[in-house]
Nanobody
Framework: VQLVESGGGAVQAGDSLRLSCAPS????????MGWFRQTPGKEKEFVAA????????EYADFVKGRFTISKDSAKKTTFLEMNSLKPEDTAVYFC???????????????????WGQGTQVTVSS
């Protein structure tokens, strides 16, 4: 199974972007999903997570009120709607999947087994 991301790009501060992530190949029915981001020389940091049902979400403080995570369960696709983008949001964004029939969300990189290739988001002032 591979995760394919799309939607990154270069925008101005205050603009919006929508990232998508979908699996290819054999998939399972229940996934918890998450988004992380990474800047050069730093570890990946948690951005947002959603549980398998889509009813529970969790966000990093620095994106609350600006970013929204969602999922299309039928297509096993997750989305990250990013509004009011700031230059400090510039990073490579990664999606991650975890096989999880429970109701939990996951915030640690080590809790995910499948990762996308990353998509660059650049926000200029």
């Amino acid at each position: 199974v591979q995760l394919v991301e799309s939607g990154g790009g270069a925008v101005q501060a205050g603009d919006s972007l929508r990232l998508s992530c979908a699996p290819s190949g054999r998939t399972f029915s229940t996934y918890a999903m998450g988004w992380f981001r990474q800047t050069p020389g730093k570890e990946k940091e948690f951005v947002a997570a959603i549980n398998w049902s889509g009813r529970t979400t969790e966000y990093a403080d620095f994106v609350k009120g600006r970013f929204t995570i969602s999922k299309d369960s039928a297509k096993k696709t997750t989305f990250l709607e990013m509004n009011s983008l700031k230059p400090e949001d510039t990073a490579v964004y990664f999606c991650a999947f975890r096989k999880s029939p429970g109701g939990d969300t996951y915030k640690r990189e080590s809790e995910y087994g499948l990762w996308g290739q990353g998509t660059q988001v650049t926000v200029s002032s």
